[in-house]
Each structure stands twice: as structure tokens, then as C-alpha cells.
């Protein structure tokens, strides 16, 4: 199969989840071989960045690519989206350091690939091609991921929490066919006891309850409603806690929380610089461990074809 690029730009706003600034995004077809670029348009020195697992400087609640004091924060889901559909090959031009969290999914930026089209190009695809079986452990977060040789990209994943309101979830992605319908929709989710430390440590100024699933595993005194009727800026009337949900919306999917751990995994493990082909079983991931699994990979003596 050949390498793949989008047929025409398209360009996305909104507010980054933890800046909080408005930011617009270019997304733009580019030459074989380019891979998957983020450029920064907002800096005097502009510099392009491949998104590769060796660039990645910060990931706390989110994959962040750095070189030098310039950085492009919150890529997984625009990565996860363009992995989803097999896109080898665009440079992603911002006016600011963080991808917009939009809904807190990758749909919004899938459906604006599915809208320009995807271009077939000259030359063939590269690929990370998995030859044996392959272990990996990330002592620090409990992480652990294995992959098995396959003819096609797949993932089996188990998320565990310790509590009774997300618990042990599995998901699963057989190809890359299931991707639009039962991954791409999914979205980011916290627990309630950590918004105020992450807002105390200047993080998720742009979230709120249409782009993150909020769980909670208490009930709610009517002066804890109160204040997050402050923090998100919305009628306390409008809150309701169900199955240890808060939000004003259902989950897409009794096992959401695990599907967009995979959905994140999708993304980040796009980082190994070339679609790696394996079945993928991974327990516990997070940005952390995945984009250290994925830094192990392009380190590994693998085939590339």
C-alpha cells in the first residue's frame, strides 16, 4: 500500500483544555516521506517538529511535543485520529502551544478528514513491522504492554481503577475499520477530586462538561454543587450524578473510559515515527507509559519496509 496525505487543507478552532486560549489549527497536505509535522506560527523563530516519541517533553494529563523552549501541548487525540485513518503524511501549523480539546474526542478531527478526503501518493508505505513478541513494563505507572507479530494494527486494552465507579473496563479494536464508530467518539474523562489541584496547578482552564466526563465517587452536598456550578459556569440545576457520572450528558458507551485510554493509545503509539503493525495488549496505559513504550520501539532493532 502506498503512503497516504489529505486532499486539501482544513483548519480547526477552539480553546486549548489547560491554557484556556483560544487557538486556531491548520491542517495541511505534505510530501512523501514528511510524516506527521507540528509547526508553531505564533513564535519569531519558527520550528518544525516531527511527532515522534523522542521529541516528547511533558506528559502530565496529556503528550507534549518540545525542542528548545518551544512546545505543542495536547496532540494525542488529532494524532489518534490521523493514525485511525492511516494518514502518513501532513504538517499541522498552530497560532498557539496546545491543540484544541474541542469535545474531548478525536471525532471532531476525523470528520474533517473524512470531509477533504485522503490522497493515495507515490511511494510505498513505511511501516514498523512487529517480527516476534515483544514485552514491556513501566514499573513507575503499573503500565504493561505486549505485542505479538500480525498482518494489521490492533489493540486489546484493560484499564483498572481502584474504585467502584470506572473499575476494571476492557475495550477492544480489531482493525482500523472499527475505529470511526467505536473509538473516535470517545471522550477524556477525570475524577472530581482531582479538578481543583489540577486548576490549582494552572491545568484544565478549558474544560468543562461538554468535553471531559466527570466522575465522581460520592454523593454531592448542595455547597460542593455550588462550586462547580462556579468552576463550570453552568446552572447547578443542570447537574445530575448517575452511575457515578456527573455531567449533563450519557456515557457513549458503558465502557467509554476504556475506549478512549485506547483512543489515546492510538495516537501516542503513532509516535514511533511509522504505523507499527502488531496486535497490541496493553494494561493501564497513560501518556506517560505509552510515549515511553513507543520510544522503546523506534529503539528496538524492528523491520521497516
Not at 121 to 150: A, C, L, N, W, Y
Request: hydrophobic share 40%; with cysteine.
Amino acid at each position: 500500500m502506498n503512503q497516504t496525505t489529505i486532499k486539501k487543507a482544513f483548519r480547526i478552532s477552539g480553546h486549548g483544555l489547560h491554557t484556556g486560549r483560544m487557538v486556531t489549527v491548520h491542517v495541511q497536505p505534505a510530501p512523501v516521506n514528511s510524516g506527521i509535522m507540528f509547526r508553531r506560527t505564533d513564535r519569531l523563530f519558527v520550528i518544525t517538529q516531527p511527532a515522534t516519541a523522542d521529541r516528547v517533553g511533558e506528559t502530565s494529563r496529556g503528550t507534549t511535543l518540545k525542542t528548545g523552549l518551544q512546545s505543542v501541548a495536547t496532540i494525542e487525540h488529532l494524532m489518534s485520529a490521523l493514525h485511525g485513518m492511516q494518514i502518513d503524511n501532513v504538517l499541522i501549523e498552530l497560532d498557539g502551544g496546545e491543540v484544541p480539546i474541542i469535545d474531548g474526542s478525536a471525532r471532531p478531527w476525523l470528520e474533517q478528514l473524512q470531509r477533504v478526503g485522503i490522497e493515495e501518493q507515490e511511494q510505498p508505505r513505511r511501516v514498523m513491522k512487529i517480527s516476534e513478541p515483544i514485552h514491556f513494563e513501566h514499573p513507575s505507572t503499573g503500565s504493561v504492554f505486549d505485542v505479538e507479530p500480525s498482518d494489521k494494527f490492533s489493540v486489546d486494552c484493560i484499564i483498572d481503577f481502584n474504585d467502584s465507579v470506572i473499575g476494571r473496563q476492557e475495550a477492544v479494536m480489531n482493525d482500523f475499520s472499527e475505529y470511526a464508530a467505536e473509538i473516535a467518539p470517545c471522550r477524556t474523562f477525570v475524577f472530581l477530586h482531582e479538578i481543583e489541584p489540577l486548576l490549582h496547578l494552572n491545568l484544565i482552564k478549558g474544560g468543562s462538561l461538554d468535553n471531559a466526563l466527570v466522575f465522581v465517587s460520592k454523593d454531592l452536598s448542595p455547597r460542593q454543587l455550588r462550586r462547580l456550578g462556579k468552576i463550570f459556569h453552568k446552572d447547578v440545576s443542570s447537574f445530575r450524578v448517575h452511575d457515578g457520572l456527573l455531567n449533563t450528558t450519557d456515557r457513549y458507551f458503558p465502557n467509554e473510559p476504556a475506549r478512549h485510554k485506547l483512543l489515546d493509545f492510538v495516537g501516542d503509539i503513532r509516535m514511533v515515527g511509522f504505523p507499527p503493525i502488531g496486535h497490541f495488549k496493553i494494561f493501564k496505559p497513560g501518556h506517560r507509559a505509552n510515549t515511553a513504550f513507543a520510544k522503546y520501539l523506534m529503539e528496538y532493532n524492528m523491520n521497516i519496509k
